[in-house]
Structure formats: C-alpha cells, structure tokens
C-alpha cells in the first residue's frame, strides 16, 4: 500500500483514487468498503435508469418522489458541507492573513512549504471545489 494516492481496483475493472495519508488497516479496509458499496449504488442506479428507459410510462409515481426526495436530501447535505467548509477556509484566511485562492495557487507551485495547516487548507480547497461541482450536478435541471 502506498500512503498517498492510493488506487484501488476492484468489481469490474473499476479505480477508485482514495488520499489520504499514514495508511492504517482500520481506515484502508474503511475505504475499500465505501468503494464497494459506491459500486453496488452506482448499478442499482443504472439498474433503475434501464427499467424507466425500457417504459417509462408505467413507471410508479412513488419512484419519482423518491428520486426527488433523494435529489433534496443530497442537495441539502453539499450545502451543509459548503457551509462547513468555508467556514473552515475562513479561519485560515483570518489566521494567516492570506486569500484561499491566492494560497492554493502558491501551495500548489511549492511556495508554501508543507506545514500540517498548510496541507489541510488545500485538502479543504479541494473538498470545497468538489462539493461546489457536485452541488452543481444534482442542481443541473434538464432543458425543457
């Protein structure tokens, strides 16, 4: 095992790229569970999507709610987790007197050294701009 950058191959020829460091056998066998059952989540979903695609006129209304129902579950969980998020940038900026965006960018060219701080503030950029583009996916309406 490596400690950072780890890929994990598993069903179907599937990766799964996990970061995270000093790799305990607690936390690796964490992480591969949650990439198997994002697996078993992702083919159910596919599972679903070719049963309404085979006749979508038959399909029970309580499928729809519960899809939308999902949706806002998921919606609302990205919003909180933004909050927290920049909540936590916040107090790095005040702490070190520097924009996130300016830091990330030196961070990333290697002009900030790899203090712990340092290191968790471009983990919670990342997490912040992944949490935006999923936010953005589950809130993306189809033309009409």
């Not at 085979?54 to 209304?61: E, G, T």
């Not at 129902?69 to 909540?87: C, D, H, P, Q, V």
């Not at 960018?105 to 712990?116: I, K, L, P, T, V």
């Not at 701080?117 to 990342?126: G, H, P």
Request: net charge negative.
């Amino acid at each position: 095992c490596r400690d950072v950058d780890e890929f994990i191959k598993d069903m179907g020829g599937r990766y799964f790229l996990i970061k995270f460091a000093n790799v305990g056998n607690t936390r690796h066998y964490r992480k591969i569970n949650e990439a198997r059952q994002m697996i078993s989540t992702v083919e159910k979903v596919r599972r679903l999507e070719q049963y309404i695609a085979a006749d979508s006129s038959v399909v029970d209304p309580v499928i729809n709610m519960a899809i939308d129902k999902l949706l806002e579950r998921e919606i609302s969980r990205m919003l909180e987790l933004k909050t927290r998020l920049a909540g936590q940038l916040q107090n790095l900026e005040k702490k070190y007197g520097l924009d996130s965006s300016d830091f990330y960018s030196r961070y990333e060219n290697g002009e900030m050294g790899d203090d712990m701080d340092f290191v968790e503030w471009a983990a919670t950029v990342e997490m912040l701009s992944n949490a935006e583009t999923r936010l953005a996916l589950l809130q993306n309406e189809p033309d009409s």
